[in-house]
């Protein structure tokens, strides 16, 4: 529908997710599922001396490469559980909104990929859909899985912020920092302050004149706002041990 800002914590919560990774000149930086490109822009911004896009799906690795594109810069298409790229060989890795859309065993396989590709002491940035409070009943998340699921039809997995720091803990890394921010990825004040009123107005004619996907995204909005005291986006950074 043409948006373009697809992460949980929207424009800001990535914005203080690439600061707190604190990306440098002499970073050799990867990032998993860069998607629309949205994020690589702002990261690569900050000149890192190498940039690597990992992505699984070929349309959105074929338009990725039409722009992220030179000596140091390129896309591979692959899956971030296997990159093929050298052991201990970066400096900063990152995915967003990725994570949380796997199955709890391929979520460990991708994060030990992290760990696998980065120097001693290098970063791995996560930002993703999380549960809230970290005692939520087992029936409502039950209950938040399967509906959120049925709505946007994948199989979501989001975690509360101790349950994804301690998946990170367990693979390798040390906690650096924790953001949080809410989850309004289809509220209007969010969409106007991550796009902008111009592209907002698109979106809105696009929904407008798509039926079957205004449906599917009315039903995705449903079932965000009914679990919306329980969902939200974090952001981490952890270190590789």
């Known amino acids: 529908m043409g948006k373009k800002v697809l992460r949980p914590g929207g424009r800001d919560l990535t914005a203080r ?24 822009s702002l990261a690569l911004r900050r000149s890192p001396r190498s940039y690597v896009g990992i992505e699984l799906d070929e349309t959105a690795a074929a338009n990725l490469k039409k722009v992220i594109d030179g000596e140091t810069r390129r896309i591979i298409n692959t899956s971030a559980a296997d990159t093929r790229l050298g052991e201990n060989s ?12 796997q199955a709890d065993h391929r979520k ?33 998340k039950t209950n938040l899985l ?9 199989n979501a997995r989001p975690l509360t912020v101790d349950e994804w720091s301690n ?3 367990t693979e390798g890394f040390t906690i650096v ?18 796009e902008g009123f111009l592209r907002t ?10 039926p079957k996907e205004r449906k599917r995204i009315l039903a995705m909005r449903r079932a965000f706002r009914k679990y919306g005291q329980h969902l939200n986006a974090v952001a981490i950074v952890a270190r590789k041990l």
Do not use: C, W
């Open 146 to 154: 399967k509906e959120l699921s049925q709505a946007i039809k994948v």
């Open 90 to 101: 970066k400096d900063k890795v990152y995915g967003e909104a990725m994570l949380t859309m």
């Open 177 to 194: 920092s924790v953001d949080t921010n809410s989850m309004q990825l289809l509220e209007p004040a969010r969409i106007i302050h991550d």
């Open 201 to 210: 107005a698109r979106i809105l004619f696009n929904i407008a004149t798509h």
């Open 167 to 169: 998946l990170l803990e």
């Open 108 to 140: 460990s396989e991708i994060i030990r990929e992290a760990r696998r590709i980065l120097k001693q002491g290098g970063l791995y940035g996560i930002h993703e859909l999380g549960l809230t409070p970290e005692n939520i009943s087992e029936t409502t």
């Open 17 to 40: 997710l690439i600061n707190a990774l604190n990306i440098r000149e002499t970073d050799d930086i990867v990032e998993f599922a860069p998607g629309l490109g949205f994020t690589a």
